[in-house]
């Protein structure tokens, strides 16, 4: 079952970071006390009166500024718009409206999606009068919080859970199987396979998410749901967060799965974001069978296999059981 999506979005040092911890309960990079598990966690499960959801905090896409501010602001609005079931615009009540919030809530107000409009650092009554410039926004609600001190974070969470969509529990008589992967390993070729057909699906149903198809894949007469996640805006479009943006992707799929089929590059072998996608169905504890692509490209198979087998087994340890 795919949890409803809550983005936080907004300028750098509005306190997207102190929000997303608030929400989370958690700091947002989480280590093991086990060695070799570190999660670069922008993306957590929440719960407020019983309804669970995920957070995620845009601001951890972004290791480095970019050079425009408005080429940040634009990607973070893409993003939102494309993932999130409701979005957090998070503003700074100390320093006011800057020209990069505009740029935002216009992006975010033509996008249909249902929006917050919050007003941060704004930490006792006598101080919700600086809201009343936030109205220039174009908006008919702005909620004033504190999300350092928590004050106004009750009421506005209360409302923020009353518009979530409902997660409700799939049944299926078929296993759930998603394709996951980093960009460019072959997922889509793939499913394709699998299918034995290019995109002519003989028995599709929306999923529960947004942007996913399920299919009815049969094979030596046993029945599977594929789920196959449709794929990423071209990096020209989003940027170089693009490989952030897929791992949300990934927690979707994998949140609604039975197996994962997780698709390794062999002539890449293991990268980092491999490692952090097994660490998601590791978390969820999902079945997962490891396949590694592009095989007719290998060189030396026999050498290949052995070197791959090793780096699964150094790099995703915690999965040795696969």
């Known amino acids: 079952m795919a949890k409803p999506v809550v983005v936080i979005v907004g300028r750098s040092n509005v306190g997207k970071s102190t929000l997303f911890n608030r929400i989370t309960k958690t700091k947002s990079a989480i280590v093991e006390d086990l060695p070799g598990v570190t999660r670069d966690r922008n993306y957590i499960d929440a719960e407020w009166d019983n309804k669970k959801f995920t957070v995620v905090d845009t601001g951890g896409f972004y ?40 740029e935002l809530a216009k992006l975010l107000r033509s996008s249909g999606k249902k929006v917050l409009w919050v007003v941060n650092k704004i930490d006792a009554p006598s101080r919700e009068d600086r809201i009343i410039d936030f109205y220039s926004l174009g908006v008919d609600k702005i909620w004033p919080i504190s999300a350092l001190t928590g004050y106004g974070y009750d009421d506005f969470m209360e409302h923020l859970t009353s518009i979530l969509p409902s997660s409700i529990p799939e049944t299926s008589e078929f296993p759930k199987v998603a394709v996951v992967g980093r960009p460019n390993v072959g997922k889509s070729t793939l499913i394709n396979t699998l299918i034995g057909k290019k995109r002519m699906i003989v028995s599709a149903t929306p999923g529960t998410t947004r942007d996913s198809i399920d299919t009815v894949c049969t094979y030596y007469g046993k029945k599977y749901i594929l789920i196959d996640t449709a794929g990423l805006r071209k ?69 290949a296999y052995k070197r791959l087998i090793n780096e699964l087994y150094r790099k995703i340890w915690f999965m040795d059981y696969v």
């Open 235 to 303: 990096k020209s479009k989003i940027g170089y967060s693009i490989e952030r943006f897929a791992m949300i992707r990934a927690l979707r799929s994998i949140q609604r799965c039975d197996i994962a089929l997780l698709v390794l590059d062999a002539n890449e072998g293991v990268v980092e974001q491999d490692k952090q996608i097994a660490n998601i169905v590791n978390e969820y504890g999902k079945g997962a069978i490891f396949l590694l692509n592009k095989w007719d490209m290998v060189e030396d198979p026999e050498f």
């Open 63 to 102: 290791l480095e500024p970019p050079d425009e501010i408005f080429s940040q602001v634009k990607e973070h609005a893409l993003f939102a718009i494309e993932e999130g079931d409701v979005i957090i615009h998070l503003l700074d009540g100390k320093e006011g409206l800057k020209p990069s919030d505009f």
